[in-house]
């Protein structure tokens, strides 16, 4: 199937299986599920998700028993932009090509919306567990997936990023940012989907690998993008890292070099995949579109 089709199906899988998550219905808490599901149906490129099903797919063929995990991701995933874009972190007007959650809902509301994602990420993960008869390799998804949303994780990296705001940092500091601000994230969506496929270790071992140079990448062509991005495709303010004074790999080695470095890392990620021959065809691909692309 063509690259740009199985694209569109996988997001059109997420989708239809986020809608059965949302709306939640409570009209005591209207307001807080309004400002849910605002974010999730925002849009989004569903990158987590989508690695994760094509992960899956490696090993397995059906796309219906990692779907709520996928969503999971999604969720966590747009917890963490919802918070990020909050006056207190990076302060931003736009996301998703629409105002951020918190110019809609206020900023209580908001930081509650991101809670209450991350929350139930977790509720409709640990649910599906329960109802396989091996529950191992879904706890060991969600274990994965725990861990790189946490502190050894996505939220150890965002901490160290708003630490380093207006300093200069050296460039193992800006790695440790990426590797867990970003990158954790895409290396649990591609772990958790060799492990619940059942693949074997040395399967499971080079998700990981591939995640890592993956995840390192997508932030440095972020960051490309932050600066000679268009806004109206993005969805996103640009110039954001040089307003709140963040070290970017643009900042510290400057543009030429980031971009050698983000098709580097591209190709340390088709030698790995190569091996799987055709059917990594869909990552390898990915790989490319997203280090291409311009949203
Ligand atoms: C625990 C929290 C809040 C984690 C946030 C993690 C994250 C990857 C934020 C976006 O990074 P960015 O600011 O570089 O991206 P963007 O350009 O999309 O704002
Ligand atoms: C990790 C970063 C750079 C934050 C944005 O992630 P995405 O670019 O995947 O955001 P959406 O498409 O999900 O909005």
Known sequence: MEFKTQLMNYVELVNKKLNEYFPMIDTTNKNLFDAMAYSINAGGKRLRPVLMLAAYNLFREDTETPLPYCCGIEMIHTYSLIHDDLPAMDNDDYRRGKPTNHKVFGEGLAILAGDGLLNYAFEIMLKDALTHKDTRPFTQAIYEIS???????????????????????????????????????????????????????????????????????????????????????????????????????????GLEYSQSRVRELTEEIEIILNSYGNKSGFLRDLGIYLMEREC
């Open 147 to 253: 861990t790189a949303a946490g502190v050894n994780g996505m939220i150890g990296g965002q901490v160290v990023d708003i630490e380093s705001e207006n300093t200069l940092i050296d460039g193992s500091t800006l790695d440790y940012i990426h590797l867990n601000k970003t990158a954790a994230m895409i290396t649990a969506s591609l772990k958790a989907g060799a492990i619940m496929a059942e693949a074997k270790e040395t399967d499971i071992k080079n998700m990981e690998v591939i995640g890592r140079s993956l995840g390192l990448a997508f932030q440095i062509k972020d960051d490309i993008l932050d600066i000679i991005g268009d806004k109206g495709k993005l969805g996103k303010d640009i110039g954001s890292d040089m307003d709140n004074n963040k070290s970017t790999y643009p900042s510290l080695y």
